[in-house]
């Protein structure tokens, strides 16, 4: 073996790892070697190649390699391939701000082939640096064999979906109100108007609409918060069964109607004074209105009143039953007046009312003076050309000078903006093309419930709660760089064709096309079946959402790829690799990605298009806030990498709360510290090892240690029994874990099977390693804790001889070629260093150009020990709990101790520790050594012994939310027996929830009964003397 130097530039021996990677061609070879095996389905979300990747992409690519090399390992065939999601809103947004292009008209000017064109040119603008710093961190994926979205052959699978979906009859062209980004122009689905929101201070006004013909001149009062909807207005909509008031106001003497709950708002009684004393208001001027008349909702029905700007609509809307009081049960009086003023084009509940009312009908005849860039029409001369948030303050100031305005002010609150261009949306109605998702609701329940989500929470909660108010989906956008809807409709819309392939169009048209955009289809017509001239494409392309929801079936160009000269479609080849067996994004897709897979999975094939998803949360800077370009508030990841190796940022990354669902704030700090803590431990104990095989090498004339690990078993060695035992321990519960891709649970336990083989078997242990005698009980000072034989601590054994430095040696090498191989998925790199050297010692036919050929290691059960990690166990807590004593009293290690009193906690504790314990001589020969003490006592029990628990309010409250509180509570109150229970595997439940144990930490103090029972007589006297 080669030697390893004292210190090690770990991110340049990455780049020699890459480099032997490169030269053995490692990744792909793997994949011939697996060839044939049972396939591991993985889908991977596309990103866009617009901008570089962040630390939530190299998060999220971290978790899929992690598991699909350990899939590899396990004997799976992992077809692992890029994707590039290349269509849509951020790409058509990136043109439009380099060319200035404020619209779609300046797209039509420029000409569709011109601007998709510029699109095409920036889609993998960054495509080469993805794959170096995706590649650098360590991700085996193949970049050469990638899907685009923009492939003609992923297009055509798009078209084949939807045209299933219009089979069925799940597709329909509706006109409805939907969230609408002015910035970007288009319609936006449910899912993505819910992933921007901001706070915002937006107008909060009160306007009049006088009653027509009213005796007294009253006049409704409305509020609203968007004045710039009020030129649309067309109705005013009251809770039937609210009880309304009539009232005169004190102030200006004139009469109105609002809601009675609302009154005391809307009329607030002027201050008594103006001091500023402590009681200059505590007495309120009475009430500013008087009440004239109470009526129902109900019975103001069908009133006429005159709208904010009559001069606009009132003549042409007015006798289609326009301008007067509606009833729907939407209305409450939570807040505002209680009644709410309606512009059908912008607003749900607006638009569906006055349908019912029959004020407009289905279709475009519908009162929208705003054109597609969120701008006024000519319908509205005053604001003709001005943006709809830009007119608020004109609009008010008109109507103030009408006397309309009855009040002004403004509020925050939380607003939509738009996910790409960062504009408020608006709600706006326009003509779209909907997928019918409500009647799969129970379906969509279904199939979610048949899967496994990591974290539980996410998927049981959060996604269901999705599910359960999904509504049909608008998949058409009004855009141009995208997959065209395959739909050709006759002018009337009575006719229309949904083609499903590129042979179909032809065979329909006559036209044979090798590229599927818009500039490529466009021109074509279809002759009419019914006599109707020509078929034209409607004009809307894709969202991209649907795209990348697609991707299950277009990445392999389903169904074509599978179908034979027959036209017979394999489906049976295509479901091998359906449902994926994993994915994983970001939990932000639970909306987005996660969502659109599963409504086109159920849609089409009636099941979820994924068998097991780990939901990650999102990586935030330091400061908490969202990662900024702009802001500058995160560093450069390839700077981090550089600094401290990619293994380490994988680790801190994988070992975080991220991994559960929650929010990290990233701090290179972190990564550092796993650097320090985890690979530098574990690197000085393979170079200790090294170290010690040259002693050996030296001592028998140049022949190198001969490692045996078919041997193993024989060791009586307790520590070498320990670490081997260990080790195999390790091995099930890994694999039990990532059964479950419970990677949270993983992590801490490698991390800490690492920290007790240098900081206990390799310290305990190091003379016999050297092939040094050493004293019995030598003990020490335990040494300096790094595992690389610096310290001066004894191995509490008597081992001079050869066939002992063997085993120890041997055993040593066993744990560190299985962590090699058990490390692998999680840290690519320092695996690959080692096992490159420690490979060495083995013959030439049992060696692999790479560790990642090995297959994971299975249990070995002649190892398996678990009494005696048990009692290992044991030996640890009580060295380290001795010298947290030896602290807390100010008495060094060297200092010899008389005796100590140990407290078993359990009878299962208590007999391994007791004369009769089948380790229990080996074990207190090092706890003396360890702690210098000439006495030990076992006890079961001890008086003032208290247990408490403590709940990690980070990851519990995020998965239980509000019942956290009343955990808390429950968790202060416990007795201390109880946790003493939990602790050695009882189960426990606090307000209804269950606990588990990675959750908790625990706390143990002592009160000494005399003084406890003596305060507590005091307590009572105290209270006895109070009550007297």
Known sequence: MDAVPAR????????????????????????????????????????????????????????????????????????????????????????????????????????????????????????????????????????????????????????????????????????????????????????????????????????????????????????????????????????????????????????????????????????????????????????????????????????EYTPPMPELFDAEWRPRGAFRILNDKYVTADGGTGCVHCAPAFGEDDYRVCLEAKIIAKGPDILCPVDGDGKFTDEVPPYAGIMVKDADKPILAALKASGRLFSSSSFVHSYPFCWRSDTPLIYKAVPSWFIKVEGMRDQLLENNARTMWVPEFVQEKRFAGWLRDARDWAVSRNRFWGTPLPMWVSEDLSEIVCVSSIDELEQLSGVRVTDLHRESIDHITIPSREGKGVLRRTPEVFDCWFESGSMPYAQVHYPFAFTDADGKVDEARFLESFPADFIAEGVDQTRGWFYTLLVLGTALFGTAPFKNLIANGLVLAEDGKKMSKRLKNYPDPMLVVDQYGADALRMYLINSPVVRAMNLCFKADGVKDCLKDVILPWQNAYRFFVTSAALW?????????????????????????????????????????????????????????????????????????????????????????????????????????????????????????????????????????????????????????????????????????????????????????????????????????????????????????????????????????????????????????????????????????????????????????????????????????KVFLEECSFRVRYEDPEVTAANAAAAAAAAAAGGA
């Open 697 to 993: 090498r030296s001592r028998h004339d140049g022949a190198p240690f001969q490692p045996d690990t078919a041997s193993l078993d024989a060791t009586t060695n307790v520590m070498d029994r320990w670490v081997l035992a260990a080790t195999q321990s390790l091995i099930g519960f890994v694999r039990g874990e990532m059964a479950g891709y419970r990677l949270y649970t993983v992590i801490p336990a490698l991390v800490k099977h690492i920290e007790r083989l240098t900081n206990w078997y390799i310290r305990l242990n190091r003379s016999r390693l050297k092939g040094q005698a050493a004293e019995t009980g030598d003990g020490g000072d335990g040494g300096d804790g790094d595992g690389d034989g610096d310290g001066d601590g004894g191995d509490g054994s008597n081992s001079s001889n050869e066939a002992d430095t063997a085993a120890a040696l041997n055993t040593l090498y066993s744990v560190l070629m299985t962590m090699c191989v058990t490390m692998a998925p999680f840290t690519p790199y320092i695996v690959e260093a080692h096992y490159q050297n420690l490979s060495k010692l083995l013959p030439e036919d049992k060696r692999e150009p790479s560790v990642h050929f090995l297959p994971y290691p299975e249990v070995n059960e002649a190892l398996l020990d678990p009494v005696i990690e048990r009692n290992v166990g044991h030996l640890i807590d009580i060295v380290e709990l001795g010298r947290t004593a030896r602290d807390h009293g100010n008495i060094p290690i060297r200092t010899p101790v008389r005796g100590i009193v140990i407290i078993a906690g359990s009878s299962e504790a208590l007999e391994d520790l007791g004369p009769n314990g089948t380790y229990q001589s080996e074990i207190m020969t090092y706890v003396r050594g360890e702690l210098n003490v000439r006495d030990v006592e076992v006890v079961k029990s001890l008086p003032g012994i208290i247990h408490s628990l403590h709940l990690d309010g980070r990851v519990v409250g995020k998965r239980v939310g509000s019942a956290f509180k009343a955990m808390m509570a429950e968790a202060a109150q416990l007795p201390s027996d109880e946790v003493s229970k939990f602790k050695n595997g009882g189960e426990l439940t606090l307000a209804g929830e």
């Open 8 to 303: 090690v530039d770990f991110p340049a021996q990455e780049a020699e790892t890459l480099e032997h990677w490169a030269k053995t061609d490692a990744f792909q070879e793997s994949l011939r070697r697996s060839k044939g095996k049972k396939p591991f389905a993985f889908f991977d979300g596309p990103p866009f190649a617009t901008g570089l990747p962040h630390f939530g992409h190299i998060l999220a690519g971290t978790i899929k390699d992690t598991v699909t090399r350990y899939a590899h390992q396990t004997g799976h065939h992992v077809e692992r391939r890029f994707g590039w999601d290349t269509h849509g809103l951020p790409v058509e947004f990136e043109i439009d701000k380099a060319l200035g292009i404020s619209g779609a008209g300046d797209v039509l000017k420029m000409g569709i082939d011109k601007y998709n064109a510029e699109c095409r040119s920036i889609v993998m603008r960054y495509s080469s640096e993805w794959r170096t710093i995706i590649t650098r961190l360590g991700r085996w994926i193949d970049f050469d064999n990638d899907y685009k979205t923009l492939d003609p052959t992923y297009m055509e699978s798009v078209w084949w979906v939807f045209a299933q979906l219009h089979k069925k009859g799940l597709v329909y062209q509706g006109f409805k109100v939907m969230p609408y980004s002015i910035g970007c122009s288009t319609p936006l689905s449910n899912f993505e108007a819910n992933q921007n929101y901001k706070d915002v201070s937006d107008p909060s006004i009160m306007i009049t609409m006088p009653l027509v013909g009213d005796k007294d001149g009253a006049a409704i009062i409305i509020w609203t918060t968007t004045p710039w909807t009020l030129p649309s207005n067309l109705a005013v909509c009251l809770h039937p069964d609210l009880d309304y008031v009539r009232v005169r106001s004190t102030v200006d003497g004139k009469v109105y109607i609002v809601a009675e709950a609302r009154a005391s708002h809307v009329f607030p009684p002027p201050k008594k004074g103006k001091g500023k004393g402590k009681d200059a208001d505590a007495d309120a001027a009475p009430a500013s209105y008087e009440i004239l008349a109470k009526y129902k909702g109900s019975e103001l029905k069908g009133l």
